[in-house]
T-cell receptor
Framework: NAGVMQNPRHLVRRRGQEARLRCSPM?????VYWYRQLPEEGLKFMVY????????ESGMPKERFSAEFPKEGPSILRIQQVVRGDSAAYFC?????????????FGPGTRLTVT | GENVEQHPSTLSVQEGDSAVIKCTYS??????FPWYKQELGKGPQLIID?????GEKKDQRIAVTLNKTAKHFSLHITETQPEDSAVYFC???????????FGKGTRLHILP
């Protein structure tokens, strides 16, 4: 039973480029969460999605950031016109369809470096 | 909103001794408290969790305690081993919206 998959594991972008981060949840999980982790800090919630719906995006910056979880395929976190401050590790987590009680399982993360 | 404080930020323990990490939370509606272990270059791994209807839970060398009145919860690791060295995060959730709020982490060093 494969865990949460994220790719790429490492991504380097120049300032102004776009970054696309992909997350495939565990089999049978339809709830996906994205978190950002800065060096030496905890994880900060960004967005919570179910299939084709954004449930809570209260932690996501209003500009340049967007997320989707289509009916088919992985969840995508998209950062447009990246800046140096976007450099961080981005983690995706998924939980079972029952949801609501927070059992979230994390992927290995995508480490984004903006040069 | 919820705020989770975690102490200490760094902890060094002799191999074989016990380690204790403490957390407090602010939202009295929180009812789910997971603990995650993160090794270098990896994602957080859920190691144990506790729900508000119990005060203590144990899984081999790991135990968590919860005091809802005082709004604090703790992780206890006994008979520590070198592979316990990692960063540990506590977290809290109300379960209403599935959002998990994390503490800032404790870097645990197991000394030989």
């Amino acid at each position: 039973n494969a865990g949460v998959m994220q790719n790429p594991r490492h991504l380097v972008r120049r300032r102004g480029q776009e970054a696309r981060l992909r997350c495939s949840p565990m089999k049978g999980h339809s709830h996906v969460y994205w978190y950002r982790q800065l060096p030496e800090e905890g994880l900060k919630f960004m967005v919570y999605l179910q299939k084709e719906n954004i449930i809570d995006e209260s932690g996501m910056p209003k500009e340049r950031f967007s997320a989707e979880f289509p009916k088919e395929g992985p969840s995508i976190l998209r950062i447009q016109q990246v800046v140096r401050g976007d450099s961080a590790a981005y983690f995706c987590a998924s939980s079972p369809t029952s949801g609501g009680w927070g059992e979230q399982y994390f992927g290995p993360g995508t480490r984004l470096t903006v040069t | 909103g919820e705020n989770v404080e975690q102490h200490p930020s760094t902890l060094s323990v002799q191999e074989g001794d016990s380690a204790v990490i403490k957390c407090t939370y602010s939202d009295s509606a929180s009812n789910y408290f997971p603990w995650y272990k993160q090794e270098l270059g990896k994602g957080p791994q859920l190691i144990i969790d506790i729900r508000s209807n119990v005060g203590e839970k144990k899984d081999q060398r790991i135990a968590v305690t919860l005091n809802k009145t005082a709004k604090h919860f703790s992780l206890h690791i006994t008979e520590t081993q070198p592979e316990d060295s990692a960063v540990y995060f506590c977290a809290a959730s109300t379960g209403r919206d599935d959002k998990i709020i994390f503490g800032k982490g404790t870097r645990l060093h197991i000394l030989p």
